[in-house]
């Protein structure tokens, strides 16, 4: 079965930083690419960023270009995203979401709950 | 950025009914086009990808069509767990961008 659980969120103020993480199982994590879509609360669907299986090809929506990082470590079947600058616009649910192929299809077939950030002083 | 407009917003339907969500891309996206069901309190499910087809377990009342820029998602009979919200994701130039509609919610009259 495959799971997605993501980690790391909270309340951060403005201009600071957070890292979320997604831990991986049930499949073959080093085969997918693997992406992080937000949902501010009452709103729709956002993608943010992904990453191929490989980390050769990455990808980030502009409004988060610059700021945030997304990584990965097949090791560990770990993805990651590093957000700095954080901005009040940026408060969502981050979901972890797995590609539907093996090479990227840049859709999504696995999501997991979400980790809530809210950025606010 | 490749914009998409779903219509409409929301849709009043009762169980049995046929149900008609519409997407338009701003510009093609060939088929690269996907659909997502979600229910409050839960995460997003992929039902369609590459516009018509179904992905694993969704029950053959759910159909996608279309191509280029106009893009249907077609429920044939409504039955009370499909009333939820419903958004049309393209995909046509990873690693560029991807983008979601706005989302149509997809109510019980």
């Known amino acids: 079965e495959v799971q997605l659980v993501e980690s790391g969120g909270g309340l951060v103020q403005p201009g600071r930083s957070l890292r979320l993480s997604c831990a991986a199982s049930g499949f073959t994590f080093d085969d997918y690419a693997m992406h992080w879509v937000r949902q501010a609360p009452g709103k729709g669907l956002e993608w943010v960023s992904g990453i191929s299986w490989n980390s050769g090809s990455i990808g980030y929506a502009d409004s988060v270009k610059g700021r945030f990082t997304i990584s990965r470590d097949n090791a560990k079947n770990s993805l990651y995203l590093q ?3 954080l901005r009040a616009e940026d408060t969502a ?9 093996i090479a990227v299809a840049g859709d999504f077939d696995y999501w997991g709950q979400g980790t809530l950030v809210t950025v606010s002083s | 950025e490749i914009v998409l407009t779903q219509s409409p917003a929301t849709l009043s339907l009762s169980p049995g009914e046929r149900a008609t969500l519409s997407c338009r891309a701003s510009q093609s996206v060939s088929s690269y086009l996907a659909w997502y069901q979600q229910k409050p309190g839960q995460a997003p499910r992929l039902l369609i990808y590459d516009a018509s087809n179904r992905a694993t377990g969704i029950p053959a009342r759910f159909s996608g069509s279309g191509s280029g820029t106009d893009f249907t998602l077609t429920i044939s009979s409504l039955e009370p767990e499909d009333f939820a919200v419903y958004y049309c994701q393209q995909r046509s130039n990873w690693p560029r961008s991807i983008t979601f509609g706005q989302g149509t919610r997809l109510e019980i009259k």
Request: proline share 0%.
């Open chain 1, 93 to 101: 649910l981050y979901y972890c979401a797995k590609d539907r192929l």
């Open chain 1, 83 to 85: 957000m700095n600058s």
